[in-house]
């Protein structure tokens, strides 16, 4: 099975076209193609598509944002003041406006979909973090693999670190200080113990 990563940021996007495109960082994005005996719904329920959809929406629900940035676009304020310059009744008025809704429109389309790549970008990671970003068919050895990729450890190697912490807990001094601290307690109570010791005992008269 061939394994593809997607930008599900540009497939998803109503403004994007229909054919997949790689992702520009691919240790955030990645899926596989379905094989031939996996359902459309496998497919679809891959975190890289789950969270796009999530993106979409998020985004969609705050277009008063998306408008405010893209009017802030140099094109769009650039055509925007070509567009005030002219007199409704002036021949170049309807040329003036179609260039300013296009270039609003194409700043609109920058913006959302920059929006939806970071907010889907914020999805996916905190799902790696937390182990549950799913591939179909990913394998266990290729998952992995994965998790050291992007992660830089092993994914059992943390969970060893915390064992073995956990384990030491209480054997082990936490620094130079503590250990020379033991060292001189243990020496102490040595002597206390020797001094103790030696009072305990009763005196006895030497042998005639």
Same mark, same amino acid.
């Given at each position: 099975?061939?394994?593809?990563?997607?930008?599900?940021?540009?497939?998803?996007?109503?403004?994007?076209?229909?054919?997949?495109?790689?992702?520009?960082?691919?240790?955030?994005?990645?899926?596989?193609?379905?094989?031939?005996?996996?359902?459309?719904?496998?497919?679809?329920?891959?975190?890289?598509?789950?969270?796009?959809?999530?993106?979409?929406?998020?985004?969609?629900?705050?277009?008063?944002?998306?408008?405010?940035?893209?009017?802030?676009?140099?094109?769009?304020?650039?055509?925007?003041?070509?567009?005030?310059?002219?007199?409704?009744?002036?021949?170049?008025?309807?040329?003036?406006?179609?260039?300013?809704?296009?270039?609003?429109?194409?700043?609109?389309?920058?913006?959302?979909?920059?929006?939806?790549?970071?907010?889907?970008?914020?999805?996916?990671?905190?799902?790696?973090?937390?182990?549950?970003?799913?591939?179909?068919?990913?394998?266990?050895?290729?998952?992995? *693999?994965?998790?050291?990729?992007?992660?830089?450890?092993?994914?059992?190697? #943390? =969970?060893? @670190? +915390? %064992?073995? $912490? &956990?384990?030491?807990?209480?054997?082990?001094?936490?620094?130079?200080?503590? *250990?020379?601290?033991?060292?001189?307690?243990?020496?102490?109570?040595?002597? #206390? =113990?020797? @001094? +103790? %010791?030696? $009072? &305990?005992?009763?005196?006895?008269?030497?042998?005639?």
């Amino acid at each position: 099975m061939k394994k593809v990563v997607l930008s599900s940021v540009v497939a998803l996007s109503l403004f994007a076209v229909a054919a997949p495109a790689f992702a520009e960082n691919p240790i955030n994005g990645g899926a596989n193609t379905p094989g031939a005996y996996d359902s459309r719904e496998a497919y679809e329920n891959q975190t890289e598509f789950v969270n796009g959809r999530k993106a979409n929406e998020y985004v969609g629900g705050h277009q008063d944002n998306v408008d405010a940035i893209a009017s802030q676009d140099p094109a769009v304020v650039e055509a925007k003041k070509e567009l005030d310059a002219v007199e409704g009744g002036s021949h170049l008025y309807g040329e003036k406006k179609a260039a300013y809704e296009s270039a609003l429109n194409d700043a609109r389309n920058a913006v959302r979909n920059s929006k939806i790549k970071e907010s889907q970008t914020t999805y996916n990671t905190a799902d790696k973090k937390q182990g549950s970003y799913y591939i179909l068919n990913e394998t266990p050895e290729q998952k992995n *693999a994965r998790y050291e990729a992007e992660h830089g450890v092993k994914s059992n190697q #943390a =969970g060893d @670190k +915390a %064992a073995d $912490k &956990a384990g030491d807990k209480g054997t082990t001094p936490a620094s130079a200080a503590e *250990a020379k601290a033991s060292e001189a307690k243990a020496a102490n109570g040595a002597k #206390a =113990g020797q @001094k +103790a %010791a030696g $009072k &305990a005992l009763p005196k006895t008269s030497a042998v005639k």
